[in-house]
């Protein structure tokens, strides 16, 4: 009867240091907090606009610049005056095909310039103001 009373002592000495209580409860809390947090805010940054951005491979050789005025048939970049080729290629940022009048004033630009007519774009993608 002895060992078992004991034996319940012991226990619920044991359950007493193993529950949590004021600061030790606090603190825990605290730190559980600032884990999510932590976690949380790491996930949103990963998230970035790089999925707004084309592919690097996809851009080389291409210029940039803004759009500072749009014409009839030409386009101005930058202050530069470059015409668009009949079969123009242009994207978006999320490289969807681009309707020309879409386009406005202060766009970003990058642009792929044929190299037989260096005023002549024949593939662009376009970055429009939100």
Do not use: C, W
């Not at 078992?4 to 209580?21: A, K, P, V, Y």
Request: glycine share 6%; no cysteine; charged share 25%.
């Amino acid at each position: 009867m002895m060992d078992r009373t004991r034996t319940e002592e012991q226990r619920e000495s044991l359950h007493r240091d193993i529950r949590m209580t004021g600061p030790r409860r606090l603190f825990a809390h605290t730190g559980i907090m600032v884990l999510v947090v932590t976690f949380l805010s790491v996930m949103n940054t990963g998230v970035t606009r790089a999925e707004d951005q084309p592919i690097p491979s996809m851009t080389i050789g291409y210029q940039t610049g803004a759009i500072t005025a749009i014409y009839e048939k030409t386009l101005e970049i930058n202050g530069r005056a470059y015409g668009l080729m009949p079969e123009v290629i242009m994207l978006d940022e999320h490289e969807e095909t681009l309707d020309p009048a879409r386009l406005m004033v202060t766009a970003e630009v990058k642009f792929h310039v044929k190299k037989e007519q260096s005023n002549k774009i024949d593939r662009m993608i376009v970055t429009l103001p939100r």
